[in-house]
């Protein structure tokens, strides 16, 4: 029995450990490159009515969770925080693969590389592990699992679930009702480069000397 408390705890210490250091890491890709995170916002279908907020929210709130799974008192807050959090950035995910007219910029960082649906995957998976250290800490040796414990346990789980859910849908909705009918002047861009399609060259004096003055300028540069 106690192989087997012992073996808990060190799968709850790792699931912790990596939930701080996607969170760390996140919060810090963020903070760093602050600026461009915003723009990515702001092209976001989701949320380019609410970039401002969120993008100082989301990384602060990565912070505090990390510090809430750092500190034992508090882990269990912060498994179910995570959890949540998780959960929003999967449905938010879901929400931009199928009911989005566009498709923005993935996250910065490592995560940039994945595209979206390797990112909702690895989503999935750190929702999994939030559920699984929330079952660990919830039911050890030091607690009775009675059949109101679990029912309780559960109820609370799927009350975070469905509440974490109904959240990015209600930011979804009213996101979309202000930037088409607020008229709040947000411009939202297609993540694609331009194609050339054909060129015509006018041939006109002016035109020709403003390419050559262009061209000497680069070459100077180089």
Not at 60 to 88: D, H, K, N, T, W
Request: hydrophobic share 50%; net charge positive.
């Amino acid at each position: 029995m106690k192989v087997s408390a012992a073996i808990k705890k060190g799968i709850l210490e790792v699931i912790c450990l990596l939930y701080i250091l996607l969170f760390v890491y996140a919060a810090v890709s963020k903070i760093l490159d602050f600026e461009n995170f915003q723009v990515q916002l702001g092209q976001s279908p989701l949320l380019s009515a609410f970039a401002g907020s969120v993008s100082w929210g989301v990384p602060l709130v990565e912070l505090l969770i990390a510090l809430l799974l750092l500190i034992p008192r508090y882990r269990l807050v912060g498994l179910f925080a995570a959890f949540s959090l998780m959960i929003m950035f999967t449905t938010y995910i879901i929400i931009i693969l199928n009911y989005s007219s566009s498709i923005p910029c993935s996250c910065g960082g490592i995560l940039e590389n994945l595209d979206w649906t390797e990112h909702l995957v690895f989503n999935i998976l750190f929702v999994l592990l939030a559920f699984t250290g929330i079952m660990l800490l919830l039911f050890n040796p030091k607690n009775v699992a009675s059949k109101n414990h679990y029912n309780r346990t559960f109820g609370t789980v799927s009350i975070i679930l469905l509440s974490s859910i109904a959240v990015v849908v209600i930011i979804f909705l009213l996101s979309e009702d202000i930037t088409h009918h607020r008229n709040n002047f947000i411009r939202r861009f297609p993540h694609h480069p331009i194609t050339k399609i054909n060129e015509l060259d006018l041939k006109h004096p002016s035109l020709l000397y403003c390419r050559n003055r262009e061209e000497q300028s680069l070459s100077r540069q180089l």
